[in-house]
């Protein structure tokens, strides 16, 4: 983190800082240092032979529930396990900082709110939950299915009960996109932490942002195929960049009360 120098993190601050709506884009990467993988990195042990898209699609449930119903409670109880990191923590402490705040993630998991963010728009669905494939029920999960060899039946119509995800090449849920079109097309400040911007549509809502005029802050290790479009670019783990850069925000916000007050 020492690498980004201190004013293109003071500048970055102030950007969020004129601000009066950001919208924060999260991917897998903010949960990369709370222990759960990213897709593209490799798969851990027993499901290294198979790729996620073998795996997280209608197809490969249709053709084999019970090995995708397995993969879903192996990840299941990874994301149980794991903790939030810093940089959930400093998106939710930026949630207190700014007028508004529209918290986007692509991530399944619930580390945002188990940080205290609030009102965390779910684009791609939560591990957590579950419903039925065929007739969309909310299922609640026992215990006894998480050691299950196949996926539990819908107590409804039979069907096969499925995590609440969106699998590849599958819509994204309409209310959560259309919170996130909304969030977006009113913001003057867009954050895009740990995403590589090739999931689609998710990785149009930066672009977007853009194009209306507003400014693009992009937190990464890697280049990614947002960095085009990025006002600014701070390379680093989210873990380390996001605290720093919510306390250059945090410290602004404070100077200028001590300006105004008395
Ligand atoms: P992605 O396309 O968002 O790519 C991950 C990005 O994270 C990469 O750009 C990588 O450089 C970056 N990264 C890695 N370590 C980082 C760190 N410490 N700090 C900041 N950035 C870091 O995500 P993906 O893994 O390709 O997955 C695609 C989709 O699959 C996700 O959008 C999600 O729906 C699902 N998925 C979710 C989870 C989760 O909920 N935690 C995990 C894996 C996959
Ligand atoms: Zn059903």
């Known amino acids: ?33 709370s222990g759960i993988p990213t897709f593209r990195d490799a798969q851990r042990g027993l499901w290294s032979r198979y790729r996620p898209e073998e795996l997280a699609s209608p197809e490969a ?7 995708v119903w397995r993969w879903y409670m192996w990840r299941l109880g990874l ?6 990191n810093p940089g959930h923590r400093a998106l939710a402490q930026l949630a207190r900082l700014v007028p508004h705040l529209t918290l986007i993630t692509q991530n399944v998991d619930s580390l945002h709110e188990a940080a205290g963010s609030p009102d965390v728009i779910h684009l791609h669905g939560r ?4 419903r039925c494939h ?25 069907g096969r009960v499925r995590p609440d995800v969106v699998w590849f090449g599958e819509p994204l849920p309409p209310r959560p996109w259309q919170a996130a079109l909304a969030a977006v097309a009113a913001c003057d400040c ?6 590589s911007g ?28 947002l960095d085009p479009w990025a006002t600014i670019t701070l390379s680093g783990p989210s873990g380390a960049v996001l605290p720093a850069l919510v306390a250059r925000v945090a410290a602004r916000r404070s100077r200028a009360e001590s300006r105004g007050g008395a």
Request: aromatic residues 4%.
């Open 1 to 33: 983190m020492g690498h980004i120098p201190s004013e293109v993190l003071e500048q970055a601050a102030a950007l969020v800082d004129q601000a009066d709506r950001v919208v924060c884009l999260t991917g897998a990467g903010v949960s990369a240092e």
């Open 61 to 67: 449930f249709d053709a084999h529930p019970g090995r």
């Open 79 to 84: 994301v149980e396990r794991a903790r939030p």
């Open 127 to 130: 591990l957590d939950r579950f």
């Open 134 to 158: 065929d007739c969309e029920q909310p299922y609640a999960l026992r215990p006894q299915d998480r050691e299950a060899d196949r996926p539990p039946s819908c107590p409804r119509c039979g």
């Open 190 to 195: 867009m954050w895009a932490v740990g995403t």
């Open 198 to 225: 090739v999931v689609y549509p998710a990785a149009q809502l930066p672009q977007m942002a853009r194009e209306r005029g507003a400014r693009l802050l992009v937190v990464n290790p890697e280049p990614t195929e």
